[in-house]
């Protein structure tokens, strides 16, 4: 984690909707299919609510039919896992690498070529589409 990315609960509240801190800050889940994320389907790169730091590119993103948007692979070192024992299952939770906040988790059922699927929360993630390509 960046120690320049840190901030006090109170400081997390007031840059984020109630709706964004609870699935960042308190490891919440939004309901599927309610992120209009699902629907995106531009070039582009997604990035963290918390922090701004880039997190997937579109390149990676499929349609798992979860309600949730999804990812084969994450960039470089954007992301930490950890060991999430709640719920009475073993999941394997992601975190921002710079911020810590919570994401979503990661499930070893996805696509080729990493069988990886990075379940992610939508209200954690902002979408920037890439600039039209010139030639
Ligand atoms: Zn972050």
Redesign the pocket.
């Known amino acids: 984690m960046d120690e320049g990315?840190k901030k006090t609960e109170e400081q997390w509240r007031q840059s984020l909707t109630p709706e964004q801190f609870h699935v960042?800050r308190e490891h919440g889940t939004e309901r599927p299919g309610t992120s209009p994320l699902n629907q995106e389907k531009r070039d582009g790169t997604f990035?963290?609510?918390?922090?701004?730091?880039p997190?997937f590119s579109s390149e990676t993103k499929f349609e798992s039919g979860t309600g949730w948007p999804s990812f084969f692979a994450p960039l470089d070192r954007a992301i930490d896992t950890t060991v999430d024992r709640s719920h009475f299952m073993t999941r394997t939770e992601v975190?921002?690498?710079?911020?810590?906040?919570h994401?979503g988790h990661v499930f070893p059922d996805g696509p080729a070529p990493t069988g990886q699927r990075y379940c992610m929360n939508g209200v954690a993630l902002n979408f920037e589409p890439a600039p039209p390509a010139k030639d």
Request: hydrophobic share 35%; with cysteine; charged share 10%.
């Open positions: 990315a960042l990035y963290c609510r918390g922090c701004g730091a997190l975190n921002c690498a710079r911020c810590g906040g994401l």
